[in-house]
């Protein structure tokens, strides 16, 4: 019963935490066209994120001494590649498409399995890989010759490489004696993603006049310290602080799956608010990639229980094994182990 009350708790906390990331592109959108630079718009979004979190990051203060390489991968992955390369993208791409192409990701995990790890993928998920690469084929229509802009869908996909390193370093160290707190992670990586932010944006360049100002989202207009508070506290901190905890509570695989209604709620948001409006066939594109991503992602290979993989712990390592259902204490462990996550994604 408590194993099973668990995994509702996660899905609810997935389910919250896909809505809170969906609105983000949303928000910041009006605020770029209203003349904020892109990575400024970042830069505020994180720094924000991470002053609020300050008092997180001093109680969990001996995470330092303990897993500096993975606070140092999240603050660089999960934190400021995702979200640089992703405002970048919308800068220039619909929010709807840039979020499409960002949840390729689950293809991107299936590539580390086979090509890197060595490690044979099933039949499903190679099926959910084709179609996934299918639909997003009919998101950018291919065969009018590329009508988006192509350097914004490079930053989508880079945005997605990132996003494989965020379901990566969630669930890395989830089955040690003593795991690491997800919200300690989150606080240090906003505080190293602020850092980072600092030298590659330069905000002192900013024009700071904008967030005094208002912001045009669809003929209404905004005032822009309002679309900044919610992404600063809504589409960061607690859609961070709800993702990390799910995917704890669940596995990389299952909050991953539920993570892919972001790109829904994200198209459906533009779509109403911004008047982003995109063709059938982009709409049915969009379904199909997020068919195929659900596919690729729960149709993960296993690992044989006798021989994990090269850098993971083993069941017998005191994490419990898992029973035949997958409900037992060693099921995160092997979970993770299933999606290609070996000890050594802290420092990639």
Sequence with gaps: MHASQGRSAGL????????????????AKPLIEAGLDPLHVVWLRVTGAA????????????????????????????????QAFYFASISRIPVGVALLVEYLAPALVLGWVRFVQRRPVTRAAAFGVVLAVGGLACVVQVWSGLSFDLLGLLLALAAACCQVGYFVLSDQGADEAEPADPVGVIAYGLIVGALVLTVVARPWGMDRAVLGGRATMDGT??????LLGWIVLIATVFAYVTG???VRRLSPQV???????????ATVLAWVLLGEHLG??????????????FIAQSSTPKAPPSAPVAGGAGDADGA?????????????????????????????
Excluded at 15 to 23: C, T
Excluded at 52 to 70: E, F, G, I, S, T
Excluded at 221 to 226: E, N
Aim: positive net charge; contains cysteine; hydrophobic residues 55%.
């Design 255 to 265: 909050a991953g799956v539920v993570a892919c209604l972001e790109a829904v709620v």
């Design 51 to 82: 002053l609020v979190m300050l008092p997180v990051a001093w109680r969990h203060r001996d995470l330092l001494r303990r897993k500096p390489a993975l606070l140092l991968g999240f603050g660089l992955l999960a934190v400021a590649g995702v």
């Design 221 to 226: 207009t905004v005032p822009a310290w309002l």
């Design 280 to 293: 059938a066939p982009q709409i049915v594109g969009g379904a199909v990639v997020l068919v195929g991503a």
């Design 320 to 348: 419990g094994a898992a029973t035949d259902d997958g409900t037992g204490p060693g099921a995160v462990g092997r979970d993770a182990r299933d999606a290609g996550l070996s000890a050594g994604r802290t420092a990639p």
């Design 12 to 27: 609810g906390l997935a389910l919250a935490s896909a809505f809170a990331f969906g609105g983000s592109g949303v928000a």
């Design 244 to 246: 990390v905890v799910s």
